[in-house]
């Protein structure tokens, strides 16, 4: 059979195109993905990484829930440009734990990857609550809800054990039983504050 013959299979029948581009696809992916599997630096957390507190796994919870990474990536690139303004380029290391992963696909915010430590406990409330009282050109929503809903801390220690048992975050009986009384009776506002605070230490 000539390669024009092969050729007009592929492009005549449906089926066949379909088989050839996952066959494509599939190739691609073991040869691309299947390597960083076995490659410490993409398996392994970096020096220095911390698991969440209790109150940070919180409050990464409701970082989730109000649409933050719509807006906010947390996946700084190798470009001069962004290690200028924002610090040192992300790297695997920092989100072994992370499930799921919080990286981000646009920004019509800052980039928060290492945004811990920049900004003082009250600035991020004053943020949250209304953005404008702090920057006054800010287009970000508020959310003051954060500064009266209250932490009943109920599932908490569950998370942890679930962080612990299926993607290995190297939690303790002792963190899992005290997780509940941790973060009880805190807000939600919190939380998020000291989610944002515990961002980017690892790497600086």
Same mark, same amino acid.
């Given at each position: 059979?000539?390669?024009?013959?092969?050729?007009?299979?592929?492009?005549?029948?449906?089926?066949?195109?379909?088989?050839?581009?996952?066959? *494509?696809?599939?190739?691609?992916? !073991?040869?691309?993905?299947? #390597?960083?599997?076995?490659?410490?630096?993409?398996?392994? #957390? +970096? &020096?220095?990484?911390?698991?969440?507190?209790?109150?940070?796994?919180?409050?990464?919870?409701?970082?989730?829930?109000?649409?933050?990474?719509?807006?906010?990536?947390?996946?700084?690139? %190798?470009?001069?440009? /962004?290690?200028?303004?924002?610090?040192?380029?992300?790297?695997?290391?920092?989100? +072994?734990? &992370?499930? %799921?992963?919080?990286? @981000?696909?646009?920004?019509?915010? #800052?980039?928060? *990857?290492?945004?811990?430590?920049?900004?003082?406990?009250?600035?991020?409330?004053?943020?949250?609550?209304?953005?404008?009282?702090?920057?006054?050109?800010?287009?970000? %929503?508020?959310? #003051?809800?954060? /500064?009266?809903?209250? !932490?009943? @801390?109920? !599932?908490?220690?569950?998370?942890?054990?679930?962080?612990?048992?299926?993607?290995?975050? %190297?939690?303790?009986?002792?963190?899992?039983? @005290?997780?509940?009384? *941790?973060?009880?009776?805190?807000? &939600? !506002?919190? *939380?998020?504050?000291?989610?944002?605070?515990?961002?980017?230490?690892?790497?600086?």
């Amino acid at each position: 059979m000539s390669n024009k013959n092969r050729h007009e299979i592929f492009e005549k029948s449906v089926p066949m195109l379909v088989v050839g581009i996952i066959f *494509a696809i599939s190739l691609g992916g !073991l040869v691309e993905i299947t #390597p960083l599997f076995f490659q410490k630096q993409t398996t392994e #957390p +970096v &020096e220095g990484l911390k698991p969440y507190t209790a109150l940070q796994m919180e409050g990464r919870d409701i970082f989730i829930r109000e649409g933050c990474t719509v807006c906010h990536s947390q996946m700084i690139r %190798p470009f001069r440009a /962004e290690t200028e303004r924002y610090g040192h380029y992300s790297v695997a290391g920092e989100s +072994v734990w &992370e499930h %799921p992963f919080l990286w @981000g696909s646009k920004r019509t915010g #800052p980039d928060l *990857a290492r945004v811990g430590g920049r900004y003082s406990d009250d600035w991020h409330r004053a943020h949250l609550i209304n953005p404008r009282d702090v920057v006054p050109e800010s287009n970000m %929503p508020s959310f #003051p809800w954060l /500064e009266t809903n209250v !932490l009943t @801390g109920e !599932l908490t220690g569950k998370k942890l054990a679930l962080f612990r048992d299926h993607f290995g975050v %190297p939690y303790t009986d002792a963190d899992i039983q @005290g997780a509940s009384e *941790a973060v009880k009776g805190k807000t &939600e !506002l919190d *939380a998020l504050v000291a989610y944002l605070q515990s961002l980017g230490h690892a790497l600086k």
